[in-house]
């Protein structure tokens, strides 16, 4: 999946409006530089020659000034642009006095409405045109009536009476037109860059849904007509196995029933394929082991674990009715901010219940967080799969050598096979978020080691940037949730709730906007820490091969 840039209309737009300041500084230079070498070609009027040289060497600062600052756009700002405005404004004006107000000169200031009327500032887009017209209306006025002395190569004398007037109206006129042109193109462009990005944007979450509906086919193609359910009919303890529901990469789960109380339960067993696996069953030992540590609303859970008369483990948990958020993203393609505020609420409450049981889960994904129907009662989300997790107080993990997880969503601790704590976990929760808000994955690559790369090397878009309306609050929540370094993070699942709950009103605690400035400032939104391509030489690709994909 690509993972390009997107930014938005106006940041487009300022980009190119100091590529067009660079242009219109340097021709505004090379104007003032020819306009006071040829000053003797006018006649000779003192005050004019005085004004005329001081309002050129004015534009010529102000040109070179706005020509040095646009090496780098950033640099380009208001009051640079403001500068420059007034210096053009001036010279134009005493250009046109000098060369003749009722000459072709007045229409040099129309360069300087299109250019100023195309930029951001509406201050100085309006403000550059009404003074213009105001000045050009005023001087032609005045050496039109003989107020004032007409030094221009081409005079006022020239033109007979109703010639005149019709200049002093046309002009501002010109003007005016110039401007509305500007606005137009301005706002033309706007709203294209703006719809190209949100195709694009549209054609990022119909890859990301096509990604996760391949998973699942994947999974559904092994449930084909001629693979039969092999435990239907058996018993595993004390719950009486029914009809198949699900198969995974290493396991199936049934439907259930209690022989004694007729409870429903779903059982999870071991493929066959598996069983002579000491890792894969030691595993899935650990997620019973895990997941039965735990009792919250918010995690599934675990009634009973055991193994069948051929030997085979089974865990008998709550058997849920609904689906799964990788579901609900490839039917939607994203959630709202406040349904992504709720499931975060109850997913922050199934993780702080695993950090108090010193449980890490190490594999949040969509696929792992379950939106579980209920009988008179709302939707609940609810954890699942503790099949790859860690216990805190363990002195090492069962897939020790080997990096664990999901790429796209796991911690850059865990993409370089370092040690994990429930921070990790936040990690993790902050890019299911992102993706849920926004609707992108936050690292993806063509293969895995560019998306390893991208986890622990670069940060993804800013999700303001994909998303009309969003609060800036929140992108500084998830900057916390998905910072590099595990202390950057929030202390708990549960802070981080708290925070995005603040973020939604844009009323975050103030050190928490810092913090995450402070860590923005290190490696900001869309950029990448180291970006050569021979970084990837530190995953290896026996590390990559070894990740447990979905």
Not at 39 to 60: H, K, Q, R
Request: glycine share 8%.
């Amino acid at each position: 999946m690509s993972h390009g840039p997107t930014r938005s209309a106006a940041y487009e737009l300022r980009r190119e409006e100091a590529s067009r300041a660079r242009a219109f500084a340097a021709s505004a230079f090379v104007l003032a530089v020819f306009v006071l070498a040829e000053e003797s070609l006018f006649d000779e009027s003192p005050s004019a020659s005085v004004l005329s040289l001081a309002s050129f060497v004015s534009l010529a600062v102000a040109a070179g000034h706005a020509y040095r600052s646009t090496r780098d756009p950033l640099r380009y700002t208001r009051p640079v642009a403001r500068a420059l405005a007034g210096a053009s404004l001036i010279a134009t004006t005493c250009l046109s006095y000098r060369v003749g107000v009722f000459s072709p000169a007045p229409m040099v200031t129309t360069l300087g409405v299109a250019f100023f009327g195309l930029g951001e500032d509406k201050l100085v887009a309006y403000g550059f045109t009404a003074l213009s017209g105001l000045a050009y209306g005023a001087v032609a006025w005045f050496v039109g009536t003989g107020a004032i002395p007409d030094p221009g190569v081409i005079r006022a004398t020239d033109a007979s009476s109703a010639a005149r007037m019709a200049m002093i109206i046309l002009v501002p006129f010109l003007y005016a037109m110039t401007l509305w042109h500007a606005r137009l193109s301005r706002r033309a462009t706007l709203d294209a860059i703006d719809r190209s990005n949100e195709w694009y944007r549209e054609a990022r979450q119909r890859e990301a849904q096509l990604e996760e509906a391949n998973r699942d086919l994947d999974n559904l193609l092994k449930l084909n007509a001629n693979d039969a359910a092999a435990h239907t009919g058996t018993r595993a303890g004390q719950w009486l196995i029914m009809e198949r529901i699900g198969r995974g990469a290493m396991g199936e789960v049934y439907s259930a029933k209690h022989a004694e109380t007729g409870a429903v339960a779903a059982v999870k067993l071991i493929l066959s394929t598996a069983v002579d696996d000491p890792l894969v069953m030691q595993r899935f030992l650990r997620e019973g082991d895990a997941a039965s540590k735990l009792r919250a609303p918010n995690v599934v859970q675990i009634y009973e674990v055991g193994n069948l008369e051929d030997g085979a483990p089974y865990l008998a948990m709550e058997l849920l009715r609904g689906h799964d958020l990788a579901w609900h993203l490839r039917k939607r393609g994203q959630l709202s901010l406040e349904e992504v505020m709720s499931f975060v609420d109850q997913v922050a409450a199934g993780l702080e219940a695993a950090r108090v049981a010193g449980v890490v889960h190490r594999d949040l994904k969509p696929q792992n967080l379950f939106l579980a129907q209920q009988m008179n009662a709302s939707p609940i989300w609810k954890i699942l799969d503790f099949g790859v997790s860690r216990l805190a107080d363990s002195g090492g993990t069962l897939t020790k050598d080997f990096i664990v997880g999901t790429p796209g969503y796991m911690s850059p601790e865990q993409a370089g096979g370092l040690s994990t704590t429930h921070r990790s976990d936040l990690f993790s929760f902050g890019a299911v978020a992102y993706r849920a808000l926004t609707g992108e994955p936050p690292f993806a690559g063509p293969d895995t080691p560019q998306t390893l790369y991208h986890v622990v090397y670069r940060n993804p878009q800013r999700p303001g940037a994909l998303v009309a309306g969003l609060p800036p609050d929140i992108d500084l929540v998830l900057a916390i949730a998905l910072a590099k370094d595990p202390t950057d993070r929030f202390e708990t699942a549960l802070d981080m709730a708290n925070a995005m709950r603040l973020a939604m009103r844009s009323a975050l605690d103030p050190q928490r906007r810092l913090h995450a400035r402070t860590v923005l400032a290190t490696l900001p939104w869309g950029s990448g820490a180291r970006d050569s391509a021979d970084d990837l030489d530190e995953i290896s690709l026996s590390d990559a091969e070894a990740i447990e994909l979905p």
